[in-house]
């Protein structure tokens, strides 16, 4: 078995990488075999047996769908209407009845937005502030003036480069809105070199699997 599962591995790995030559019916079947497979332990695994099976089934029928190992506690019959939401959200597989959805689309769009805002307030917004204010020169560390300074020029302009209701013209708003432009730009390129380096490390995983446990060239 364990022989069978090594050369499914590799197989599937070598179909990927088939399309570095060009798009090819490999790699398109292991394409929809990777997707089809994740979709259905997602469904399975996820949305029922650790989200739907004990939120919901468990807590309206809990003698039947309790955990054994807690106390049988008394249904909370409140979560039928988050269940009806859920039907509700299902009509949008029907193009006569579609318009059902929005009650429970607009419900879930609301109470997301209110619960990201006030997290990305406390957790971003306000830590940020924080650690923004601080003094522009440190007594003996050229480092942290430095570091400070930087921080604060970051700050300004790419406020400003995001003010549109003036144009970015000018000595002041031109310069300081270009001066943003950069900084982001170099945000961008870090979290961008961010994502390569992890893609490069699964990479080199895949190869160092294909070499040591398909191949035995390395130990």
């Not at 979560?79 to 689309?105: E, Q, T």
């Amino acid at each position: 078995m364990e022989t069978l599962t090594i050369f499914l591995a590799a197989a599937t790995t070598l179909c990927i990488f088939s399309f570095l030559w060009r798009d090819n019916v490999l790699f398109r079947l292991v394409e929809h075999i990777f997707v089809g497979a994740s979709a259905g332990w997602f469904l399975s695994v996820i949305a029922f047996h650790q989200t739907f099976k004990p939120n919901v089934l468990g807590k309206l029928f809990p003698e039947s769908f309790g955990a054994s190992t807690q106390p049988v506690q008394a249904p909370e019959y409140i979560l039928i209407i988050p269940v009806i939401l859920g039907i509700m959200m299902l009509s949008r597989l029907s193009a006569k009845y579609s318009w059902i959805s929005r009650f429970s689309i607009s419900f879930v769009v609301g109470i997301t937005s209110g619960m990201a805002l006030t997290l990305t307030v406390y957790q971003i917004l306000i830590p940020q502030v924080q650690k923004a204010i601080m003094p522009l020169y440190v007594q003996g560390n050229s480092l942290a003036t430095f570091s400070s300074i930087i921080l604060v020029m970051g700050t300004v302009s790419c406020l400003f480069y995001f003010f549109f209701s003036i144009d970015h013209k000018g000595k002041l708003f031109g310069t300081l809105s270009k001066i943003g432009f950069v900084f982001l730009m170099i945000s961008f390129g870090a979290i961008f070199g961010s994502t390569v380096m992890s893609r490069v490390s699964l990479l080199i995983g895949r190869i160092n699997f294909l070499l040591a446990d398909v191949l035995h060239l390395v130990e």
